[in-house]
């Protein structure tokens, strides 16, 4: 079976400290794909990142970097110097062989950035 | 340049009551999916579609029922709406699975059952 779990309910910093929301993950399937979504409060899901099983690289957008770690099946994403407006809730969400596009989302981060 | 579009955008349903929530996609997807998303769970998938004829349950397709008739639609219908129905419901389409799967999702459709 397929499972995500994000342990973090909720998160909360002041503006420009830097923070890291987990993502653990189980699959018994070798290739797999890994996503971080976010959903503002208008509602709506962004899509952040698509990660494959076969590339552990980590990858860094601007202020946002993801960790890929298959040793210990998780998928880290960090903000740096986080703003106001990274406030909202993050998902990881996982797709595997047979899934034919079907996710397993994790329950989400609700992350606060205050001023 | 619409992508995945979902209508209603809110409803306020009476128990008891029917109604469909519409999504359509102009990319040619194959592959759609519904989603409801709850405080606490994350999303979790309702039914999905492979293909124009073809649908299958998700993990929790009670109280839902679907179709797919064409490529471009994928409407969800809830026969007799209960109030444990409530929630935010998302479609999503891509192309399939593999390095072309981007998952678009639709606005979200905000249901209340009264």
């Known amino acids: 079976a397929q499972k995500v779990t994000q342990a973090q309910t909720e998160i909360s910093v002041v503006e420009k400290e830097d923070v890291t929301l987990d993502c653990v993950y189980e699959?018994?399937?070798?290739?797999?794909?890994l996503f971080w979504y976010k959903q503002p409060p208008s509602g709506e899901l962004v899509f952040l990142i698509r990660?494959?099983?076969?590339?552990?690289q980590n990858e860094i957008s601007g202020r946002y970097s993801w960790n890929f770690q298959k040793s210990t099946s998780s998928f880290n994403f960090t903000i740096t110097a986080s703003q106001v407006v990274d406030s909202a809730v993050y998902f990881c969400?996982?797709?595997?062989?047979?899934?034919?596009?079907?996710?397993?989302f994790g329950e989400g981060t609700q992350l606060t950035v205050n001023p | 340049n619409a992508g995945v579009t979902q209508t209603p955008k809110f409803q306020v349903l009476k128990t008891g009551q029917s109604m469909t929530l519409q999504c359509a996609q102009d990319?040619?997807?194959?592959?759609m999916s519904w989603y409801r998303q709850d405080p606490g769970m994350g999303l979790r998938l309702i039914h999905y579609?492979?293909?124009?004829?073809i649908t299958d349950q998700g993990e929790v397709p009670n109280g839902y029922n679907v179709s797919r008739s064409t490529t471009e639609d994928f409407p969800l219908r809830l026969l007799s709406a209960a109030p444990s129905q409530t929630s935010v419901y998302f479609c999503?389409?891509?192309?399939?699975w593999g390095s072309g799967n981007t998952i678009y999702f639709g606005e979200g459709s905000w249901l209340t059952v009264v």
């Open positions: 990319m040619n997807h194959e592959y």
């Open positions: 969400a996982l797709s595997w062989e047979t899934s034919g596009s079907r996710l397993t």
């Open positions: 699959t018994r399937d070798t290739t797999y794909y």
């Open positions: 990660r494959n099983s076969f590339d552990e």
């Open positions: 999503a389409s891509s192309y399939g």
């Open positions: 579609s492979v293909g124009a004829g």
